[in-house]
Structures are given as C-alpha cells and as structure tokens.
C-alpha cells in the first residue's frame, strides 16, 4: 500500500519557538493531504486540508496564524507550529488520499510535539 | 448535520466472546463508510470499507441505511484485537473523512 513519512517523529521544543514538521508521500502524489491532531487515547481532530498549490482550508478553531500549511509539492506538506504554547503539547498526524477508486487515506506516523 | 457517532469510548470483552462496536452515521447523501483501527504505538490504518464487503481478520460490518448505522463485529474476540478503532464517513465529491470519537476495545484473556 501507499506510504507516508512523517519528519520527525517526536519534537520537544521551548515556548514560543516555532516547530515544523514534514509530511512526504513516498510512493504516490498527493494533491490533498490532511492533518489531525490527536490527544492522548482520544479521537483525530482534523485542523485543516493541504492543498497542493494553493491555500490550506482550516477547519472551525483552528488558528491558520498559528498552525501554517504549505503544500508546495504533489508529495510533501508542512505544517509550522508558530510561537508554540504547553497547550500545542500533542500529538499530529497527517494523512493523504492516493486518489485510488476507494478513496482509502493513508496515514503518517504521527509527530509527538512535547512544548516546555 | 455530517456526523459519526460511536457511543462506546471503551470496550471490553473476554477472548472467544462476540463484538460489536457501534457506528451511526448522520448524512444527507449516500457516504462511504470505514473502519480504521489504531493499535498500540502503531500508526492508523484501514481495517474494511462497507463498499468492498469484505471480511478482514475476521471483522465485518454491514452498512444499514435505514438504521444509518455500520457496526463493526466479530463473533470471537482475539487478543491481537485489542486497539482503538474509528468509524469514518467520506462523503460524496470530498476526500475529507469525519471521523467517530473512536471505541477502545480491550480483549481480556
């Protein structure tokens, strides 16, 4: 099946530095990737959609100052925590469709982003 | 509203015992349906989609549309099974998935 990295795979970081993390299909493009946030032992909550080439669409809630997208190829998106916050502390992942006949999303492995 | 509603946060069962998790569904059109199952330090992966039908570890689920429901079943618990699973709904002209609150099920031996 399809594959998708995610760089790095835990981040611990101070207050108010900003963090990126990297989200890459290995072996598909993808126009559209996704990106969730996961709390310990809790549900995905999707923040926003990646969208190749144009501006992220940021789903009710989520700061797009705070949390910035940019997909500027078919196989890799990046996701920027700015001025990060203990409360940014968590775990996010990324997704994206292979655009396959049933629109199965392939999953990262998530980052754990731990902000003193 | 576009909703997925899974009312069990944990569950759990004796290994050989029968499961169901439960899945409904609100949607005004005609969604595509998924279970996807987490297991422990594992990424998220998909488990069966109710358009294929099929059976996969021994888990099937059965999309009911008068009851918008898509309940996940297996006749006998595993072990292995333990992890957290997550009804999904991926409505029609979008990739973007809704995802269930997710059910933990813990296979006791």
Known sequence: GAVVSQHPSRVICKSGTSVKIECRSLDFQATTMFWYRQFPKQSLM????????????????????KFLINH????????????AHPEDSSFYICSANSGGNYNEQFFGPGTRLTVL | AQRVTQPEKLLSVFKGAPVELKCNYSYSGSPELFWYVQYSRQRLQLLLRHISRESIKGFTADLNKGETSFHLKKPFAQEEDSAMYYCALLGSGT????????????VLA
Do not use: C, H, P, W
């Open chain 1, 72 to 83: 500027a190829s078919l196989t890799l998106s990046t996701l920027t925590v700015t001025s």
């Open chain 1, 46 to 65: 999707l923040m926003a959609t990646s969208n190749e080439g144009s501006k992220a669409t940021y789903e009710q809630g989520v700061e797009k100052d």
């Open chain 2, 95 to 106: 990739y973007k998935y809704i995802f269930g609150t997710g059910t933990r099920l813990k």
